[in-house]
């Protein structure tokens, strides 16, 4: 497939984890994909890996709680590729604060929401008079099980900065469709990645992680390959018509008529 033949792509903090893959994916279909992150070390690691495949993936160090430096990488971008086609807003996580809510203080509140609400609005601020501009775009929120149906083991402030995330992905398809923007959100369950492996480790019993798996219909836990086929589809030119809304991607864990 080369659906994103001439286009770019965005992808934030994604040296490693879901946004590596997502990364890749476009990049295998064809998008000239910068990446962002701020470990240097696992930027070096997807240079390398991109250098060995030939893929057009600039690797580039920002800080994303930095909103002068994303600015400015934007812009960068920009200089360099003429247009942003496609953004994927994949900064995001629990970044390890308490599960349970009376446990967790207004400091893990604010560093939460800090990198899945904020940094998110911020590159979409910068990255959208540029689509404007082209009168084409596509942006992907990463969004979360925990924000529509609460989390097993993220806590409230994750999962409430991921509801923020899908009312901003609203008003943003509704305020930018004119222009050729659509805006949605993908709302994985668990996805299984080393931090992910590592968090279910320490937060749930060997038995309680069996109950999870006998509740998820198609008997598994999330891939990486499945989000990056989702955002694929949501950041292609096919997906013209699908504006605001939020798909799910848990294998049917949780689901809503
Ligand atoms: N993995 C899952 O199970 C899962 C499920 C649902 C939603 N999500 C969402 O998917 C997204 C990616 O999740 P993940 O599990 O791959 O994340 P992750 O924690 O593995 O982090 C991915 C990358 O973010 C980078 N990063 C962290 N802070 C940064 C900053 N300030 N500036 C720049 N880069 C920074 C890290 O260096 C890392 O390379 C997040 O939004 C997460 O909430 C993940």
């Not at 009168?135 to 994750?158: D, P, T, V």
């Not at 996805?191 to 992910?196: A, G, L, Q």
Request: hydrophobic share 45%; net charge negative; aromatic share 6%.
């Amino acid at each position: 497939m080369n659906r994103f033949k001439n286009q770019t792509a965005l992808v934030t903090a994604a040296a490693s984890g879901v946004g590596r893959g997502v990364a890749l994916r476009l990049a295998l279909e064809g998008a000239k994909v910068t990446v962002w992150d701020r470990d240097t070390a696992k930027l070096d690691d997807l240079s390398g890996e991109v250098a060995a495949a030939g893929l057009p993936v600039t690797a580039e160090v920002v800080d994303m709680t930095d909103g002068d430096a994303v600015v400015d990488a934007v812009a960068r971008m920009a200089d360099r590729n003429g247009r942003i086609d496609v953004l994927v807003n994949n900064i995001g996580g629990s970044l390890h604060t308490p599960f349970h809510f009376l446990e967790q203080s207004d400091e893990d509140w604010a560093r939460v929401m800090d990198v899945n609400v904020s940094a998110c609005v911020r590159t979409t601020r910068a990255v959208l008079p540029h689509m404007i501009e082209a009168g084409y775009g596509r942006i992907i929120n990463m969004g979360s099980k925990a924000g529509r149906f609460g989390s097993l083991f993220a806590g409230a402030n994750y999962s409430a900065s991921k509801g923020a995330m899908q009312a901003f992905t609203l008003q943003i398809a509704q305020e930018f469709g004119p222009h050729g923007i659509t805006c949605n959100t993908l709302c994985p369950g668990a996805i299984i990645t080393e931090r992910v492996e590592r968090l279910l480790a320490e937060r749930q019993s060997a038995e309680e992680r069996a109950r999870v798996l006998e509740s998820i219909p198609v008997r598994r836990h999330g891939r990486v390959e499945d989000v990056a086929a989702a955002i694929a589809y949501l950041a292609s030119e096919e997906a013209g018509f699908v504006n605001g809304a939020s798909l799910d991607l848990n294998g049917g864990q949780a689901m809503v008529i």
